[in-house]
């Protein structure tokens, strides 16, 4: 894609003027640096506060202090169903039906539910493709999960390495690696979106591989949901995962989602742990015995909806709704190549940037690796007011979130760069 792209800061001016989403901006809470807003660009870790989640709060304190049990079926939204409010909007950001969507827990469980439902090892078929160097939590799950099963993992899992040299992976060598184990392979489980590369994989085209050779595919999308629109139904994928405190806003441990292919949602045989809450509302309250599952992703729901833990996340995807997802994409193109071009205007700062250069593998990040110093500079960025975090080893995570960070504040972090160093 072509950019006029200046780095001045009249044309960020003038970019913020032409932003339909500048107005966004104003919805949130920003932690503050001398007296201002800091330069947020943090939204791939903790997503900042709408404001109206304080009012939604109060509107369910209101209902338990006026209603108490009776908020479960009275008051504006009824406990009983609240997690139901909150699958349309999320169908719509993860091109998904009703029907595949539910809200839960947090990630890390949630992938375990996957993982017990989809991962049935046989003697024969029971190994795990994953990337090397998956997010901490998705290895432990997977290294847990397979000695659970009685399996070595360092035979069960197979891990995705880049290139000798490389820091991204090629779909090549994903798929590559798929149709070279065959039918050992029982799950393909990646993450979207890698978390420390910022690389966004081809989820299409790693499903249709591990279908043709016969596995499940799973991916965890904590990088993904709200940063990139997906359509986890068209493109078949089985399960998914993900967080709501990221890009999605909804708050500190907010509730994770699930997506289930309707393909295995539908089928109330589809195993899974059981709770009350997943089971049919006509029956769950005649306290009988016999689980019988919703026939929906809200059959993998257990315990009694957490409705606090998804207040957060009810107010944020308002926001959603109304500014469209595919609108924040089509700023989140602009913002971060703006990022790009300008980063690359500060020749004295010994970075490299390991995102990959094409729009169509990254979202809104971009990871900064520097081979030395990486600690000192982003201590240096924080005392100025620069919110970013580091990772080891070497990378400093830029995320200019679309829905709150302008062309000025990305104009604003170069100028801050180019002053200091
Ligand atoms: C943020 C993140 C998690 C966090 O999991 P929790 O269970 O919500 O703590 C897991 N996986 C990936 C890839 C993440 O980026």
Not at 90 to 102: D, P, R, V, Y
Not at 303 to 327: C, H, R, W, Y
Not at 375 to 390: C, F, P, R, S, T
Request: with cysteine.
């Amino acid at each position: 894609m072509n950019f006029d792209f200046k780095s001045t800061k009249e044309y960020a001016v003038q970019q913020d003027a032409e932003d339909i989403l500048a107005s966004y901006k104003d919805r949130f809470f920003f932690p503050q640096h001398q007296g201002k807003n800091a330069i947020y660009f943090c939204g791939n870790s903790l997503g900042l506060q709408p404001k109206t989640v304080e009012s939604a709060i109060q509107i369910e304190l209101n209902a338990w202090r006026d209603l108490a049990v009776g908020g479960y079926f009275g008051g504006k939204h009824p406990w009983l169903y609240y997690h139901e409010l909150l699958t349309p909007s999320l169908a719509k950001i993860i091109g998904a039906n009703k029907e595949e969507i539910t809200v839960s827990n947090t990630l890390t469980v949630n992938l375990h539910l996957m993982l017990l439902s989809f991962y049935k090892p046989t003697a024969t078929r029971y190994k795990i493709i994953m990337e090397a160097g998956a997010f901490p939590s998705d290895q432990y799950a997977v290294e847990t999960t397979v000695k659970q099963w009685g399996l070595d993992p360092a035979d069960a899992i197979i891990e995705i390495e880049p290139l000798a040299g490389e820091k991204i992976l090629h779909t090549n060598s994903i798929i590559g690696t798929i149709i070279e184990h065959d039918t050992t392979v029982a799950l393909v489980l990646l993450g979207g979106m890698n978390y420390y590369t910022g690389q966004l994989y081809d989820l299409k085209k790693i499903a249709s591989a591990a279908h043709q050779i016969g596995a499940i595919c799973g991916f965890d999308l904590a990088h993904v949901v709200g940063n990139i629109p997906v359509s986890l139904h068209d493109w078949e994928i089985d399960f998914a995962v993900w967080c709501s405190y990221k890009y999605l806003n909804a708050g500190p441990g907010a509730v994770g989602g699930i997506f289930v292919h309707e393909k295995w949602s539908t089928n109330s045989q589809t195993p899974r742990l059981g709770g009350w809450w997943g089971n049919d509302e006509k029956t769950r309250f005649k306290m009988e015995k016999g689980f019988h599952a919703k026939p929906n992703a809200s059959g993998w729901n257990i315990s009694t909806t957490p409705v606090f833990n998804m207040i957060g996340l009810k107010a944020s995807l308002e926001i959603f709704d109304q500014a469209g997802i595919q609108q924040i994409r089509n700023k989140s193109i602009r913002l971060t190549s703006y990022l790009e071009f300008l980063l690359k205007e500060l020749p004295n700062l010994p970075f490299e940037i390991i995102t990959p250069i094409s729009i169509d593998e990254r979202g809104a990040q971009l990871s900064l690796f520097f081979k030395e110093n990486g600690k000192a500079i982003h201590n240096k960025m924080q005392e100025n007011g620069i919110i970013v975090d580091y990772r080891e080893p070497g990378v400093i995570r830029v995320a200019p979130a679309p829905l709150y960070c302008s062309f000025q504040d990305v104009y604003q972090f170069y100028s801050i760069l180019r002053e200091h160093f």
